[in-house]
T-cell receptor, first 114, second 112 residues
Framework: ETGVTQSPTHLIKTRGQQVTLRCSSQSGHNTVSWYQQALGQGPQFIFQYYREEENGRGNFPPRFSGLQFPNYSSELNVNALELDDSALYLC?????????????FGQGTRLTVV | QQQVKQSPQSLIVQKGGISIINCAYENTAFDYFPWYQQFPGKGPALLIA?????SEKKEGRFTISFNKSAKQFSLHIMDSQPGDSATYFC???????????FGGGTRVLVKP
């Protein structure tokens, strides 16, 4: 088990609603990345936060937004939910610049949009 | 644009056999190539990783072979066990801390 925890584990929302997903990074890790994993596919990079600033973004619309807090935990917010947003949302923490540069993933939040 | 292509999509192997998964990448700026194992309902877990300055890395029953000129790398699972049944993802990254670009995944089933 990694030290990355995500909440909630499962969530059902209605199209058009807004959702907030949360991630606590592994101790000592100052970078958090979010990924979307549709069923049967590989994870797709949404964005990354480093020192509370967005530090890179994938091909996702602005209704996907995020925050990172001083304790390095992070939130992913999705507005105006669409059916295609149904996926497993993964958070990964890492510590760039360290010789040990692996990213450790949480167990994910399964979001279902109906 | 799919920058990392993975094959096969699924694989069935007998217990004790060898599982081989292949990946090809396009971006020569990638400098770190990890493999992740994912069980249903869980997040991906790092299995083994390689940098392009070596051609092979072995950890237990898992070996990565890397061909820089061909821009290809592969995962070999020796003596496959039923507990290895999972989905495996190759990935690539350009610099420390940068985003991971994943392949599409390979579902491996090891039959007893």
């Amino acid at each position: 088990e990694t030290g990355v925890t995500q909440s909630p584990t499962h969530l059902i929302k209605t199209r058009g609603q807004q959702v907030t997903l949360r991630c606590s990074s592994q101790s000592g890790h100052n970078t958090v990345s979010w990924y979307q994993q549709a069923l049967g596919q590989g994870p797709q990079f949404i964005f990354q936060y480093y020192r509370e600033e967005e530090n890179g973004r994938g091909n996702f619309p602005p209704r996907f937004s995020g925050l990172q807090f001083p304790n390095y935990s992070s939130e992913l917010n999705v507005n105006a939910l669409e059916l295609d947003d149904s996926a497993l949302y993964l958070c990964a923490s890492s510590r760039p610049g360290d010789s040990n540069t692996e990213a450790f993933f949480g167990q994910g939040t399964r979001l279902t949009v109906v | 644009q799919q920058q990392v292509k993975q094959s096969p999509q699924s694989l069935i192997v007998q217990k004790g056999g060898i599982s081989i998964i292949n990946c090809a990448y396009e971006n020569t700026a990638f400098d770190y190539f990890p493999w992740y194992q994912q069980f249903p309902g869980k997040g991906p877990a790092l299995l083994i990783a390689i940098r392009p300055d070596v051609s092979e890395k072995k950890e237990g029953r898992f070996t990565i072979s890397f061909n820089k000129s061909a821009k290809q790398f592969s995962l070999h699972i020796m003596d496959s066990q039923p507990g290895d049944s999972a989905t495996y993802f190759c990935a690539a990254r350009k610099a420390a801390g940068n985003k991971l670009t994943f392949g599409g995944g390979t579902r491996v089933l090891v039959k007893p």
